[in-house]
């Protein structure tokens, strides 16, 4: 989780002190950008059993009652619409999956808002397969090249660039000043602010 590590090192100071309630604070608000609460996840585990279990029972009663009454017409309307209860849940089922797919590949692609990025995706033309969501790293890897903002990332050519602020009447050459640290201004504000 290289989030993490990034907060943890920018916790580090000068000193070497670690700042912990600092980085413990930072890493509550980043969490819900690039992990899923495992209450979420359990919740979905536990519907996607549910579903996997009724459609098991209502495959098993329908196989049951072909074989055993294949002449009553009442019985037989029954089946059919066990059947069409049976195709319902089963693309219910599918619907789930696919969306939970998508959108774990979105949060481990550092989508920064999954419901944004899955409005681009066109998840229409995705088709889940026993395997998973055909195409989806393909399109999930096109999107985040045409739409990098839309996505977190440690590249340093992507990151913004730092605005450079030279001070009033520095305009005659030489090198330009050195650009200080937050602590070396905080620093000299409170030794200039000592000092009136």
Request: aromatic share 4%; hydrophobic share 35%; no cysteine.
């Amino acid at each position: 989780m290289e989030w993490i590590k990034e907060i943890l090192s920018k916790n580090v100071g000068e000193d070497g002190k670690f700042d912990l309630d600092g980085a413990t604070k930072e890493i509550k608000s980043e969490f819900p950008k690039n992990a899923v609460p495992k209450a979420d996840f359990n919740d979905k585990s536990q519907k996607l059993k549910t579903a996997n279990e009724d459609l098991t029972a209502a495959n098993a009663l329908v196989e049951q009652l072909k074989a055993s009454n294949s002449g009553n017409e009442d019985l037989q309307k029954q089946i059919d619409d066990y059947k069409n209860q049976l195709e319902t849940v089963t693309a219910e089922r599918l619907a789930d999956r696919k969306n939970a797919a998508i959108e774990l590949a979105l949060t481990q692609a550092g989508a920064k808002n999954i419901t944004a990025v899955k409005a681009l995706l066109k998840t229409d033309e995705l088709e889940i397969t026993d395997e998973g969501v055909k195409g989806l790293d393909e399109k999930v890897a096109t999107l985040k090249k045409d739409e990098g903002y839309l996505f977190q990332t440690n590249d340093p050519t992507l990151q913004p660039k730092k605005k450079q602020f030279v001070a009033a009447g520095n305009t005659g050459g030489g090198e330009p000043p050195k650009e200080k640290s937050w602590k070396d201004n905080l620093a000299e504000n409170i030794a200039k602010t000592k000092n009136n």
